[in-house]
Every structure is written in structure tokens, then in C-alpha cells.
């Protein structure tokens, strides 16, 4: 049986007459990236901030790391860490003075604090830079100070806003490769970004929030083939084959040359299966095959009608 660190169940939250969160339901395995996209007012911020305890619900029913939202937040507290968009670093302090502070403030010894400081600044390749004012750090370096400062306190579920804002490719990929680690450590993560493709490399599941509800959720290959216009591609070893493909399959048309075929598809395996076996009832042998499927900008803008960079 699945362990979920979230399971919300009709979530709802309005200001006045205007309705944010209009029966939400969400369920997060434990050590699995979540990851909810949504354009600007969709939703999403509210719904981070009532999982971490900042804002209460208007009605629904939340367990967050095995603890009832409304009765024990102070338990929920303890159980998670938030990295915001916008970095916690204390610029004018070194980096291992912010990890000795954020030590302090989870009532760590003083011992407990120094061991717990000098692991995370190994873990994050901050070593060399420990003593120097955060100030003078990269933004890829001030990223990774402000994670190692949010696992202190050991938390099991993060919520990860924005986490590559800013940063250059490199660091976008160092970064990732750090939330792969904790997540096979057993932490989970809520992943917040517009960063479609962050979501695609990272995320095991995806929801797509728009309005205040969720019109949207699976893996990303899941989330792909609600979306027309896959298709695979297949090649032949000469013109007669391609003519007897076209034959056997009853669809598709030449894709740019006169031994490719261009065939819709949904990308699935069943799918894929089918086609093969039609193909290899007529004894008809395909030399190469792709499957393209659109990707994650093309179900955004389909379901939610909104720019992809509003995600």
C-alpha cells in the first residue's frame, strides 16, 4: 500500500465573492516529485500555503507527513521545509553562519548544530566557500545554501517554489541532480515551477491546476497523449514496402522522403503494439520507428488557453 505524504480531499479557499481553491483533491506517494503547474491565479501559491500550514482552508480535509492539517500543525511544521522563490540567505552572513543560524532557530545544540552545518556544506559542494559573506556566492550557490538551510530540520516533504529561477544551465542541471538525491533519500518534494521542461525531467506526477480546480493530472507521457498530433515515424527499406504499409495500416501519409511514413498515434504501447503486429501479419519490416508525442508547452496551452510562461 502507498504511503502519501499529502492527501487533500476538497480543498477550498475564497477571498470575498472570488473563489482560489474550489474542491481540490490531491494525493503525493512519499519519495516521489509532485509537481503542480497552472497559470498565474490558477491556484497554485494558495494551495502551498494552506499544505504549509501559512493559510487555512475555507473546508476539505488534509493529512500532510501523517498529520491532520487542523489539529496538529504544529506537527505538520516539523514534518516539512519550504524553499521559496526568493531566497531565506542572510547575505552578510557566510554561508556556514546561515546554516548555524537556521540550526538555532530548530534548537539544535550547539554541537548538533557545527555536525549538522559541516554536512550540509560537504553535501553541497559549499565547503571552500563556507566563510565567505553569502553575498559573494553565484545564484546557482545561493540556491543550494538556501535548500541546505531548509534540510536542518531533516525534513520528509519540501515544497520547492521556483527552485531554478534565475539560474544558468548548468546550475538549473546541478540543482536538479541534488532534488533527484533527496528524493532517493525518501524526501518528497512539491515541485512549483515555470520551467515546463523543469517539470518533464523531474516530476513522476503532474497536476495541472487552472480556476481553482485541477483539469489535469498523470505522468508526463500521460499528460502528452491527452493532447492530438503524436505520431510515428517509420522507415522502410524500399518504396514498395511503404506502399504495402500504407496498405495495411489504412492511414498515414510520406514524411518528407519517399521511404518514411508518417502514422497518428497516441504513443502508447498498446497502440505501438498494434501497428507493429498489423505491419508483421503482412510480413512487412520496418527498418527504424520514432514516436513523437507533444510535449509538456503543447498540453499547457491546450488545457489551460494561456501562455506557457504564466505556468
Known amino acids: ?4 505524504a499529502i492527501a487533500a480531499n476538497g480543498l477550498r479557499k475564497s477571498y470575498g465573492d472570488k473563489v482560489v481553491l ?22 497554485k501559491t494558495t494551495t502551498v500555503q494552506i499544505l504549509s500550514t501559512l493559510i ?10 501523517g498529520h491532520d492539517l487542523a489539529r496538529k500543525p504544529d506537527d505538520v511544521r516539523g514534518a516539512i521545509g519550504v524553499t521559496g522563490q526568493y531566497s531565506a540567505v542572510d547575505k552578510l552572513l557566510t554561508g556556514e553562519e546561515n546554516l548555524l543560524l537556521m540550526a538555532d532557530l530548530k534548537h539544535l545544540s550547539r554541537r548538533d548544530g557545527k555536525r549538522k552545518a559541516a554536512e550540509l556544506l560537504e553535501r553541497f559542494d559549499l565547503v571552500d566557500a563556507a566563510r565567505k559573506p553569502a553575498q559573494t556566492y553565484s545564484g546557482g550557490m545561493q540556491r543550494r545554501l538556501d535548500l541546505a538551510m531548509t534540510l536542518v530540520g531533516d525534513p520528509r516533504l519540501i515544497f520547492l517554489d521556483e527552485p531554478t529561477t534565475g539560474l544558468d544551465p548548468r546550475s538549473r542541471r546541478s540543482m536538479w541532480q541534488i532534488v533527484r538525491e533527496l528524493v532517493a533519500g525518501g524526501v518528497t518534494i512539491f515541485l512549483t515551477t515555470q520551467y515546463l521542461e523543469e517539470a518533464d525531467e523531474l516530476a513522476d506526477r503532474i497536476a495541472v491546476l487552472d480556476h481553482g480546480r485541477l483539469i489535469a493530472e498523470g505522468t508526463a507521457e500521460e499528460l502528452k497523449r491527452l493532447i492530438p498530433g503524436g505520431h510515428v515515424t517509420l522507415r522502410f527499406a524500399d518504396e514498395h514496402a511503404v506502399q504495402a504499409a500504407l496498405r495495411a495500416l489504412g492511414t498515414g501519409f510520406l514524411n518528407g522522403d519517399a521511404l518514411s511514413l508518417q502514422v497518428p498515434s497516441d504513443g502508447s504501447v498498446r497502440s505501438l503494439r498494434q501497428l507493429l503486429t498489423r505491419l508483421d501479419d503482412q510480413a512487412i519490416d520496418v527498418e527504424e520507428m520514432s514516436v513523437h508525442t507533444p510535449d509538456l508547452d503543447d498540453v499547457f496551452l491546450t488545457l489551460t488557453g494561456n501562455p506557457k510562461d504564466a505556468a
Open 1 to 4: 500500500m502507498t504511503t502519501l
Open 22 to 43: 474550489d474542491g481540490v483533491d490531491l494525493a503525493v506517494p512519499e519519495a516521489t516529485i509532485f509537481s503542480l503547474l497552472g497559470p498565474n491565479g490558477a491556484g
Open 56 to 65: 487555512g482552508a475555507d473546508a476539505g480535509t488534509v493529512q500532510v507527513a
